[in-house]
């Protein structure tokens, strides 16, 4: 399995809390993602990065924000939680080349009171 | 409009019978990829195959395959001899172009229940 750590895995908060969530590879892959999972949609990619601090937005960004100072951390960043943004959370990593799958961790379940 | 459609919300099917998941995308570029992922209830994403919009031959890997047809735009997985263990939430993905990022676009998955 690839080496892909999300911390934490279950996190409650109240809305208006800033709340991080860390995802850390043991593969040295190039690319990190980090989507969100709900009900219907499938996983919506939130944000992404492709080297130590490139990143960039995803199909659902706002509200959210990312940075990436070593290869192997990717943070999630919610500033001001709502409870639109309960949701799991997924990070997954990927290597450079186009036919190669995305590898997931197992998820952090995030609820906004 | 949606890039990824997976038309069936859920199915039953039965054990040691084939099944069929429904997958139509759509993109004007002509590089892309299609991934399928399976999801059990404990929540993991397991990749499970993969076709390249240049690939001739459908993949297949142990008992999945995909049924490609590009120009109707669809790859559908097809699962033979289902197991018990194969009931799970099925996503299609795609990844589109050479763009950085190699990013994935989910469809809204299916939903498999495998009948004993």
């Known amino acids: 399995d690839a080496g892909i750590t999300q911390s934490p895995r279950h996190k409650v908060t109240e809305t208006g809390t800033p709340v991080t969530l860390r995802c850390h590879q043991t593969?040295?892959?190039?690319?990190m993602y980090w989507y969100r999972q709900d009900p219907g949609h499938g996983l919506r990619l939130i944000h992404y990065?492709?080297?130590?601090?490139?990143?960039d937005k995803g199909e659902v960004s706002d509200g959210y924000s990312v940075s990436r100072s070593k290869t192997e951390d990717f943070l999630l960043t919610l500033e001001s939680a709502t409870s639109s943004q309960t949701s799991v959370y997924f990070c997954a990593i990927s290597e450079h080349l186009g036919n190669q799958p995305q590898h997931f961790g197992d998820g952090t379940r995030l609820s906004i009171l | 409009a949606q890039k990824i459609t997976q038309t069936q919300p859920g199915m039953f099917v039965q054990e040691k019978e084939a099944v069929t998941l429904d997958c139509t995308y759509d993109?004007?570029?002509?590089?892309?990829?299609l991934f399928w992922y399976k999801q059990p209830s404990s929540g993991e994403m397991i990749f499970l195959i993969y076709?390249?919009?240049?690939?001739?031959q459908n993949a297949t890997e142990g008992r999945y395959s995909l049924n490609f047809q590009k120009a109707r735009k669809s790859a559908n997985l097809v699962i033979s001899a289902s197991q018990l263990g194969d009931s799970a939430m099925y996503f299609c993905a795609m990844r589109e172009g050479v763009a950085a990022g190699n990013k994935l676009t989910f469809g809204g998955g299916t939903r498999v229940l495998v009948k004993p």
């Open positions: 593969e040295n892959h190039r690319y």
């Open positions: 993109t004007s570029d002509q590089s892309y990829g």
């Open positions: 990065s492709y080297g130590v601090k490139d990143t």
């Open positions: 076709q390249g919009s240049y690939d001739e």
